[in-house]
Nanobody, 115 residues
Framework: EVQLVESGGGLVQPGGSLRLSCAAS????????MAWVRQVPGKGLEWVST?????YYADSVKGRFTISTDNAKNTLYLQMDSLESEDTALYYC???????????WGNGTLVTVSS
């Protein structure tokens, strides 16, 4: 079964850090680009970052977030530093098929940045 399972969300104060993880199974992880996408409750999806041959970031997180993969563990990570209240969202990992969009999604992990 193809599956993505996120973990690592929680409550953090502004300026703090969190690391999200996404465990992949059911497909050859290192053959695909992988992405993080977030959704503020009641709003649309916002692409955050993609890891493929290179890494790519939304301007809103560039310099604060770092995406990485561990192919031995079939796991995608998102290190989030200098968190801001605007980063509060449900964070999804997804398999990124480029122009064909995201074709596999996890259930998400909630990040809340608040004092």
């Amino acid at each position: 079964e193809v599956q993505l399972v996120e973990s690592g969300g929680g409550l953090v104060q502004p300026g703090g850090s969190l690391r999200l993880s996404c465990a992949a199974s059911g497909f050859t992880f290192n053959n695909f680009a992988m992405a993080w996408v977030r959704q503020v409750p009641g709003k649309g999806l916002e692409w955050v970052s993609t890891a493929s041959t290179y890494t790519y970031y939304a301007d809103s997180v560039k310099g604060r977030f770092t995406i990485s993969t561990d192919n031995a563990k079939n796991t995608l990570y998102l290190q989030m530093d200098s968190l801001e209240s605007e980063d509060t969202a449900l964070y999804y990992c997804a398999r990124d098929q480029g122009r064909d969009g995201m074709d596999i999604w996890g259930n998400g992990t909630l990040v809340t940045v608040s004092s």
